[in-house]
């Protein structure tokens, strides 16, 4: 678990659709809000996921009162929290570089028990794949561009998800993700996590880029 949750550190998310880390201030967060604007984009984009696929969300007029959670002395992580009526949104991240930060969000309503838990990915949306699944695609994404020298899959890509899994497969699943000219396939047995391999390929349609590998669940990265 302690690996895991440094190989986490690593995660690749560049949030697209963000607006920049200016003075401005969200219209609908306080005006003493210290969080970077990056922060409160992970934070819609996860409100507006919950809002298209539960019955029960947050509602679009929610004013969100924004509070620092990291402890004093701590500067490898962040996290903050928002909260509106039972409505409680906390994002988290580890502080590395921003075209490599990830945003971990939890939804929670306080008085119905409703809890959902995800990350903001590169688009400015929520995907629907695994954390698993996400977890090694930015891992093989981190080895192809220090690897390869393909320094572009780290600068801001808006990845666009799509399902590949066809209908009425159930012991497998693939998903792929585009952005430019890139397109990143990941696929997986439906098995234990701990005993999961995810098979990634990642090319490059206009320059022939291609590369091929697989990701075990404890990270390691094995080229084919």
């Known amino acids: ?128 794949a695994p954390e698993n699944a996400l977890l090694a695609r930015d891992q093989a994404l981190l080895y192809v561009s220090e690897q390869h020298g393909q320094t572009g899959l780290g600068a801001g890509l808006a990845w666009v998800e799509e399902r590949l899994t066809p209908e009425g497969i159930v012991g497998g699943e693939t998903y792929q993700y585009s952005a430019g000219d890139w397109v990143v396939t ?3 047995p439906v098995v234990l996590p701990e005993n999961t391999i995810y098979e990634i390929s990642v090319v490059n349609q206009e320059s022939g880029f291609q590369w091929a590998g697989e990701v075990d669940a404890q990270g390691v990265i094995t080229e084919q």
């Not at 401005?24 to 809002?51: L, Q, Y």
């Open 186 to 188: 990941v696929s997986y």
């Open 1 to 128: 678990m302690v690996k895991r949750a440094l190989l986490s550190l690593l995660l690749v998310v560049m949030v697209a659709n963000v607006v920049g880390c200016g003075s401005s201030v969200p219209p609908d967060v306080s005006a003493e809000a210290e969080a970077p604007a990056e922060v409160a984009a992970a934070r819609d984009a996860a409100v507006v996921f919950v809002r298209e696929h539960f019955d029960e969300a947050p509602a679009e007029s929610a004013s969100w009162t924004e509070k620092s959670l990291t402890p004093e002395g701590v500067v490898g992580g962040s996290q903050w929290q928002y909260t509106a009526g039972d409505w409680v949104v906390k994002v988290s991240y580890a502080v590395v570089a921003p075209e490599w930060t990830v945003y971990h969000v939890a939804v929670t309503n306080q008085s119905t028990g409703f809890e959902w838990e995800g990350r903001a990915d590169g688009s400015g949306q929520v995907p629907e």
